[in-house]
């Protein structure tokens, strides 16, 4: 405990004089910092998250804030770099072994637990370091998306200790610092980086052309993206095999329809029952292939309760449970918000929506009749097709201001948790769902590439470059002769404050990296990537193409057919978009895909509904039974409506969601870790009595 207080207190001694030092050097060449040059153009792989600041904000901002991570972040790693291509700093940031640990102990994150104590995976307790698998192996223990995780939570955990403005930005104390900062602009963004090596292993298996009939690397996909989009892309390869045959009885049915008007009748109850019937098959069969995942990836028995979301905003208030100012917002203002903002707002968007749909809709047929009577010329077509037009045009510019009507209504009903901010995210863009004019839109991303011009105003900076490494070098022959003095107590301590000051690169190792040979560095592309947007709208298309499915599909057997040749490149475009155009994502730790599941359970009963009303509007019923009164005719629907439902649910009760084999590991799980406490509490008393014997002798 000594040696490390310490080291801790060499440590802040030493950057206590870095600070000094970049103050009093900075002040001589205020004229010079103008140009906004850190050190160099060399990228630190050795980092997990990176921080970056608008343009705008001037060098004193990017200095307090550096301090402000090293006084209030223990344990914190940063390597700064300015990045030429964009105009902004950027701090490279991780945190050493043991704060990481102690990080995955405060985010409750799941470890494998040794063989000798019982196996599987428990919660990670910083206390209990000796009962986890490979907690020796600092490289292998977390993987990168673990590590980026803890790096996020720590970072978005650190709080302001004194009240202080910077910039014109006041930040009150218990005030969160990064995402306060966030949101009033001070910083640009805090991105997780890929891994190269990874990234690119991925791509061969995953991507490219060539792997579009194999399996997916699910296991892969989640070390490196997270439990989340794991889900995502099992629930999405599980439902394009599921189509496989509602593909295979819709193409029989379409070759056999058009014969005779008493078989095409036949045919649209037997579509529509077989429709219903594999919808409810596939979401019970997905439901226990969901709980094997999560089983495997130790997130089945997840706890529900989650930690504050990062965005989250309101008064700070004293915690009755921790005695600690936690923010605090009442239900009632959110309340109030979806009364009288959201709900308004989303009601307005989908009846403006609605009337210009009919409207084109009405120009349309007017345009088809005025053809008809040749008062409009045809124009190779283009006159009957411009209502068309008009129509994809109209649903795509409303569709893309209403997700963002939606994402802006969502933030400012400030949910506390992760779970309900996307439950409700969910359920609005749903609502909009139900109006047949959505589309997709992809975004394509341009890499920089550094032109001659951006070269001559690098080549202007090597005079300030020259005299920060010279201050970098003053900084480290002054603090030389103490790390001789205290070389037993800090071994690492020299290499720790390198890597926390600043990237190096220059001065430590043998490098002849000149601003010649400056190019354009992997961090710089993923910031000037977009950012990706969660899976809402990946999962809001393939849930309103299940819904075609069971609502229309009578109408058009074909449609499973064609779903299923769309999803197998849906599959690899969504993979490629993920690889090579977003930003990388930090990753979640999910239980099952949400509340998109109870949504396709309420869809399978509407289709149910649905079905009975097109069998009474086409006139099926009443073809095969010519004599029956309409009354009947309803009748009978609405008891056939009540007996599939009925099935339908007797179905579900019947099966159970967790697979019996899962049960079974769980309980030999418990039954290890039982005999294994009941080990160490045999030999935990057989040490104690050992040592009072030993002692009275």
Known sequence: MNIATNKKEMIDGQLTNVNTLFRRRLNHFSSVITNRLWLNAHTNYDCDVLLTFPSRVDDYTVIWFLEQLLQLAPGIRISIKYHFTT?????????????????????????????????????????????????????????????????QYLLYSIKIVHQQEISGVEFKIDQPLIQHSLDRNLILQVIPLHNKETLNRLRDLWVWPHTAFKRQPIDDIRKYFGVKIAFYFCWISFYTKALCFPALYGSIIWLDTGRNQELDDKLFVINAFLNIIWATGFLIFWRRRQAELAFKWNTLDMEQIEATRSAYTGELRRS??????????????????????????????????????????????????????????????????????????????????????????????????????????????????????????????????????????????????????????????????????????????????????????????CSDITFESLSLSQAEIECSQPKWEDLYEDYLEMVIQFGYIIFLSTLFPLAAFFSLLNNIIEIRTDAFKLCMIYQRPFSQRVKDIGHWQKIMEYMVFAAIIINCIFCSTRGVVRRLVPDLPFAAEIFILVCMEHLLILLCKVIRSTIEYVPHWVRVEKSIMEHRRREALKKLECDALHLKENRSHNYDE
Request: aromatic content about 12%; charged content about 30%; overall charge neutral.
């Open 87 to 151: 105009g902004v700093y950027g701090f490279y940031v991780t945190f050493t072994y043991e704060r990481l640990l102690k990080g995955a102990d405060e985010l409750q994150l799941e470890k494998p637990i040794k063989q000798e104590f019982g196996g599987g995976y428990k919660i990670f307790f910083f206390d209990e370091l000796e009962f986890y698998e490979g907690v020796e192996d600092e490289d292998t223990f977390f993987t990168s998306q673990e590590r980026q995780s803890i790096v």
């Open 320 to 509: 009755s449970v921790t005695h600690q100012n936690e923010v605090y917002y009442p239900s009632w203002k959110r309340l109030l918000f979806r009364l009288f903002v959201t709900i308004p707002m989303i009601g307005i968007n989908i009846v403006l929506v609605s009337f210009l749909i009919l409207l084109i809709i009405r120009f349309q047929s007017w345009v088809d009749r005025q053809l008809k009577d040749g008062h409009l010329p045809h124009l190779m077509s283009l006159t009957e097709l411009f209502p068309k037009i008009l129509l994809a045009l109209v649903t795509t510019i409303f569709s893309d201001v209403y997700k963002s009507v939606c994402r802006w209504l969502t933030i400012k009903e400030n949910y506390r948790e992760q779970q309900k901010h996307d439950d409700q995210m969910v359920g609005k863009l749903f609502a909009e769902a139900i109006i047949p004019y959505i589309v997709s839109n992809t975004r394509l991303s341009v890499l920089i590439q550094m032109s001659k011009k951006e070269r001559a105003r690098y080549a202007e900076r090597k005079d300030l470059n020259k005299e920060l490494k010279r201050i970098l070098d003053e900084w480290r022959n002054s603090e030389l002769d103490k790390a001789e003095r205290q070389k037993d107590n800090n071994a690492y301590t020299t290499k720790a404050v390198d890597d926390i000051l600043t990237d190096n690169t220059l001065n430590r190792r």
